[in-house]
Structure formats: C-alpha cells, structure tokens
C-alpha cells in the first residue's frame, strides 16, 4: 500500500525547469528530464543521500537544490556522462534540457558544414545509420507505391479497341 501523504506533498516538482510527477519514485520522476537515464538519475540519488523509493512530492526543498546542483555539476565518473572529450575544449561534461538540445543541433550542423556522410544523409533527410531505404524512410507513408509502364498501359487500350471492332465486323 502507498504511504499517506505528508502535509507539504507536492503534485508537480519542478528540477531543471521540467516539471516532474510527485506520485513517482524520485529515480524514476528525475529521467524525465532530458539528458538524464536510469544510470544518471540512480547514480544522483546516491551522491544526494536520497532514497531513491522516495515519492518526489514528499521532497523537501533543500533536497530539490542538493538534486538540480547534482545534475547541473554532477560529481559522478566521467563515463556517465553523455558528453565525453567535447569537440570544441575537450572537456566532459554532462548536458541537460535545452543545452542538451542545442548541442545536438551544432553537431549536425557541423556535419552538415564539414559535408561528412553523416551531415550528407541529414541534409537529405535519410537514414543517418544505415538503415535500409527500399521499404522505410518514404515520404508518403500510408499509401502503396506501385510502378506503373507506360508500355504495359497503352497496349491495354488497343485491346479494348480491338475487340470493339472484331466483334462489329462479325454481327455485318
């Protein structure tokens, strides 16, 4: 059975400008963030001294801070981190939310700029790691694509024609 509510229970709790369902179990609520997965939010909820089976409403606000300062300089190894020797200073670091958003987008971009065949795919709107481009990745999906000659039409018509004529020449 549930434990009964606490006084100061909160629905929604706000980490890393996400809002998060207080219902859940902390470990579970902070991996809705973008940028943190089940090994992040496990290892965070340890560096806090947080039990993870805790419900996130029932959180105190110094435990919200202890957990955004975490995420923000998470003091975790390095290869939870889900950006490793940064291209531009080489640093490791871990990105969350927007800045998550906005490096994958430079990424691409750089790809794009440097015409790698992986900026070529994007550009294209492809499949970037190949995957197979005879029966996915159509544009119009839903409806059947067929092949249709235009030798395998026309004689098609001359039938009908044909058999018009045999059929009036035979009644004379």
């Known amino acids: 059975m549930d434990k009964p509510q606490a006084a100061d229970f909160k629905h929604l709790?706000?980490?890393s400008?996400?809002?998060?369902?207080g219902n859940k179990k902390i470990v579970d609520s902070i991996r809705k963030i973008k940028g943190v997965g089940f090994a992040f939010a496990k290892a965070v909820c340890n560096?806090?001294?947080?039990?993870?089976?805790?419900?996130?409403g029932n959180l105190s606000d110094a435990d919200i801070r202890k957990i955004e300062d975490i995420i923000r300089n998470p003091?975790?190894?390095?290869?939870?981190?889900?950006?490793r020797r940064n291209i531009e200073d080489?640093?490791?670091k871990h990105l969350?939310?927007?800045?998550?958003?906005?490096?994958?987008?430079?990424?691409?971009?750089?790809?794009q700029r440097i015409r790698s065949y992986r900026g070529v795919r994007h550009m294209l709107g492809l499949p970037v790691r190949g995957q197979r481009t005879r029966s996915n990745?159509?544009?119009?999906?839903?409806?059947?694509?067929?092949?249709?000659k235009a030798k395998a039409v026309v004689p098609?018509?001359?039938e009908k024609g044909a058999k018009g004529k045999k059929g009036a020449k035979g009644n004379k």
Not at 17 to 21: A, K, S, Y
Not at 47 to 56: E, H, M
Request: proline share 2%; charged share 30%.
């Open 156 to 158: 098609a018509k001359e």
């Open 137 to 148: 990745f159509r544009k119009n999906k839903g409806r059947v694509l067929g092949v249709i």
């Open 47 to 56: 560096v806090a001294g947080i039990d993870r089976t805790a419900k996130a």
């Open 17 to 21: 400008n996400t809002d998060l369902d």
């Open 13 to 15: 709790v706000r980490i």
């Open 75 to 83: 003091a975790v190894p390095q290869w939870l981190f889900n950006r």
């Open 90 to 92: 080489n640093s490791s």
């Open 96 to 111: 969350v939310a927007a800045e998550l958003n906005f490096a994958q987008e430079n990424d691409v971009r750089q790809m």
